[in-house]
């Protein structure tokens, strides 16, 4: 299954729709029967419209014992903003769109979805090779011996940016990780949460679904709010060979050796 931007707009062109996104953006992570609530519509027109929502890439959903929970999915949203964006207005633009969702519950997660055409066996490597993941993680030196059990770091320079123990390691389908931010006294307090990387072949593409989990209510949006810039330029890297030319990429990429907020926007 390969996305393009016809599909993501085709779904944001529908009010409903966008109504949808706006009750996943003030609080995400929500059951049909909650987003039911919340809009005038039967149950089935709801149902209708979260699957042209999901199958466009907009919602991402998670199992949790019987309930289905939906959520925004800021990775179509985020590949729109860096081809037409401006560097002049790229500040503004994400100003406004802080994706800050704070889920009821005393923890929250946050879960991102993205297709790549390229096979499980080269999405794992971009995923644990420090030099390709260099190229698209910010300009950081990501190291580990990969097994169950182990650490990771991420250094930037000289300076450790973040680290964390590896839960899981099932090559070339998921690996689960805890992660802990340390390039700021601000999100060193945050302590320690869970990324899981899961690799879902698709005809000739991967859907990759990163899920950042084990936060706790109103997290700093520094530990997750630069996923879809990660995956974007997972995508990229595999795609076209080449790295994301957005100013926040190049940002990053040319300011790899300062120590500075890693998953985090600006």
């Known amino acids: 299954m390969s996305l393009t ?29 909650e987003l039911e609530e919340r809009l005038p519509m039967t149950r089935f027109g709801v149902m209708k419209h979260l699957k042209l929502l999901e199958e466009a890439g907009l919602v991402a959903t998670r199992r949790r014992g019987r309930e289905k929970l939906h959520y925004l999915n800021a990775i179509p949203i985020r590949l729109i903003h860096d081809r037409w964006v401006s560097k002049y207005t790229e500040p503004w633009v994400e100003t406004l769109a802080n994706l800050k969702h704070t889920l009821e519950s005393k923890t929250m997660e946050k879960v991102f979805e993205i297709y790549i055409k390229t096979t499980p066996e080269r999405l794992w490597k971009a995923i644990t090779d420090a030099e390709m993941r260099k190229k698209y993680n910010f300009g950081l030196t990501v190291t580990s ?14 300076t450790t940016i973040l680290e964390g123990e590896n839960l ?11 992660f802990r931010a340390l390039w700021g006294e601000d999100v060193k307090s945050e302590g320690t949460s869970r990324v899981t990387w899961e690799i879902v072949p698709v005809a000739d593409s991967c859907l990759l679904k990163v899920t950042h989990d084990q936060l706790h209510e109103g997290a700093n949006n520094q530990l997750y709010g630069g996923w879809p810039m990660i995956l974007s330029g997972i995508k990229t890297l595999l795609e076209t060979g080449e790295l994301l030319t957005t100013p926040g990429s190049l ?13 985090g926007t600006r």
């Open 5 to 33: 931007m016809d599909d993501v707009f085709k779904a944001l062109a529908d009010p409903t729709r966008r109504s949808l996104l706006d009750e996943l953006f003030k609080k995400d992570g929500q059951t049909l029967t």
């Open 145 to 158: 011996d990969w097994t169950v059990g182990s650490t990771y770091k991420g250094v930037g320079g000289e």
């Open 168 to 178: 899981e390691v099932d090559p070339p389908r998921k690996l689960v990780q805890t």
């Open 251 to 263: 940002m990053w990429v040319e300011n790899s050796q300062q120590p500075s907020q890693v998953c």
